[in-house]
Nanobody, 124 residues
Framework: QVQLVESGGGLVQAGGSLRLSCAIS????????MGWFRQAPGKERNFVAV????????NYADSVKGRFTISRDNVKNTMYLQMNSLEPEDTAVYYC?????????????????WGQGTQVTVSS
């Protein structure tokens, strides 16, 4: 059974940094993609970043380019999202997910497995 567990969320002031972690178990990674999504109150869930587990190729939403960095540790089976220069608009529940295919997909329906989410709150 595939399990994803996020951690690292919290409260931070605007301009600060946080690093989210996503520990994954129960699947052979191969060339699968892993992604981060976020959902703010009253809004739909949106793509944030994706990494292909085997190639390391990445893609980012325009709103986080240059501020967020996605990475993975193949030994620890853990994915990370380093978030710098945080803005109040980044406030959301952040979810990690693993895709059913390779490449670098950016749509939620391409990800069958999800974590429970971790809250990130950025104060102004």
């Amino acid at each position: 059974q595939v399990q994803l567990v996020e951690s690292g969320g919290g409260l931070v002031q605007a301009g600060g940094s946080l690093r989210l972690s996503c520990a994954i178990s129960g699947r052979a990674f191969g060339s699968y993609a892993m992604g981060w999504f976020r959902q703010a109150p009253g809004k739909e869930r949106n793509f944030v970043a994706v990494i292909n587990w085997s190639t390391g190729r990445t893609n980012y939403a325009d709103s986080v380019k240059g501020r967020f960095t996605i990475s993975r540790d193949n030994v620890k089976n853990t994915m990370y999202l380093q978030m710098n220069s945080l803005e109040p608009e980044d406030t959301a529940v952040y979810y990690c997910a693993t895709a059913s295919s390779g490449g670098i997909p950016t749509y939620g329906y391409q990800y069958p497995y999800w974590g429970q989410g971790t809250q990130v709150t950025v104060s102004s």
